[in-house]
Nanobody, 124 residues
């Protein structure tokens, strides 16, 4: 079973930055399609960014130019650098992984098998 653990959420003022981290299995970035999702109460979980094994990154239009997905090889972590945060970015964020490759596309939540527990981001 694949365990994912997010960290780095918190509160920040609009225009500020946060960096989320997700502990993944060793060399997970070479084996899994990895992604970040977010969900607000009563709404569908939506894809934010994904990272394929060949290093291709994809982003939702709402975060392009503000968020950056990357891998931290030394820490076996998937990260999401969030800059220029807006109040509408206030939601729970989840990381996800699946052995079926992304193919360089932003895949929907149904694509992913493994999920973290989520971390809250609040922008005021």
């Amino acid at each position: 079973d694949v365990q994912l653990v997010e960290s780095g959420g918190g509160s920040v003022q609009a225009g500020g930055s946060l960096r989320l981290s997700c502990a993944v299995p060793p060399y997970g970035y070479t084996r899994y399609c990895l992604g970040w999702f977010r969900q607000s109460p009563g709404k569908e979980r939506e894809g934010v960014a994904s990272l394929s094994v060949d290093g291709i990154t994809t982003y939702a239009d709402s975060v392009k130019g503000r968020f950056t997905i990357s891998q931290d090889n030394a820490k076996n972590a998937l990260t999401l650098q969030m800059d220029s945060l807006k109040p509408e970015d206030t939601v729970m964020y989840y990381c996800a992984a699946d052995p079926v490759q992304c193919g360089g596309q932003l895949r929907p939540r149904t694509w992913f098998t493994y999920w973290g527990q989520g971390t809250q981001v609040t922008v005021s």
